[in-house]
């Protein structure tokens, strides 16, 4: 796209309007107060609708070097350098001149020119110049990664399988209880004991007569 410089009533479209510096109270630094209506790009950063003061960063030794503060010099939002630029108009207040750029994209400050100059300050960009077309920020990829386990100390591995081991257990059967024996019967009684003892005699006595007898013959 080739980059054209926007006509006056456009850039009044986007300049809101100027702080009242009447041509003859221009500062040594170039001070200016600029308001914009909408966001515009200047090199480096891009600034949203509000008043922003342009100087000099150092009239004394480079007075090609601007820089780009908040409207109470709090806060640095660009510095850069520029290069000679020319008009052919002259204005009572500071303006600024814009490339020409596409709808969705903010404008970008060409150049600034002061109250009764014809010479101004022309932006330098950095290479490839001012965005020229909309950034779109595409989301990143959702990964889930899984979350790490801690360790476990082998102290404690061992303990939780010897816990896991099952326990053995053995059981017995108790032993029968032995049964009672019956006493042995009794024999029965026969006869009394007094033939006994009189068959013993009788032996005896025989026994006493056959030793006699062989006495006897003996002799």
């Known amino acids: 796209m080739s980059r054209l ?61 601007l820089q780009v503060l908040s409207n109470d010099g709090a806060t640095v939002f660009a510095m850069f350098h520029t290069m000679p630029d020319g008009r052919t108009a002259l204005t009572e207040n500071p303006t600024v001149s814009f490339w020409e750029t596409p709808a969705s994209v903010p404008p970008a400050i060409k150049s600034i020119f002061y109250g009764g100059e014809y010479r101004g300050y022309e932006f330098v960009y950095p290479k490839g110049g001012p965005v020229m077309f909309r950034e779109v920020w595409r989301q990143p990829e959702i990964t889930y990664a899984p979350l790490p386990v801690p360790p476990v100390p082998e102290k404690t591995i061992i303990e939780a399988e010897l816990k896991a081991e099952p326990e053995i257990v053995f059981e017995t059967e108790p032993l029968p209880a032995p049964e009672p024996t019956a006493p042995p019967p009794e024999l029965p009684r026969t006869a009394s004991p007094l033939p006994l003892v009189a068959v013993g005699g009788l032996t005896s006595l025989l026994v006493g007569l056959g030793l006699g007898v062989l006495r006897r013959r003996v002799n």
């Open 5 to 65: 410089m926007l006509s006056a009533v456009a850039v009044m479209a986007v300049v809101a309007g100027t702080a009242p510096t009447p041509v003859r109270a221009v500062t040594y630094d170039k001070l200016a107060y600029l308001t914009f209506n909408r966001p515009v790009q200047v090199p480096g950063a891009t600034l949203r609708a509000g008043t922003y003061r342009f100087h000099l960063t150092d009239p004394d030794t480079s007075r090609n070097v």
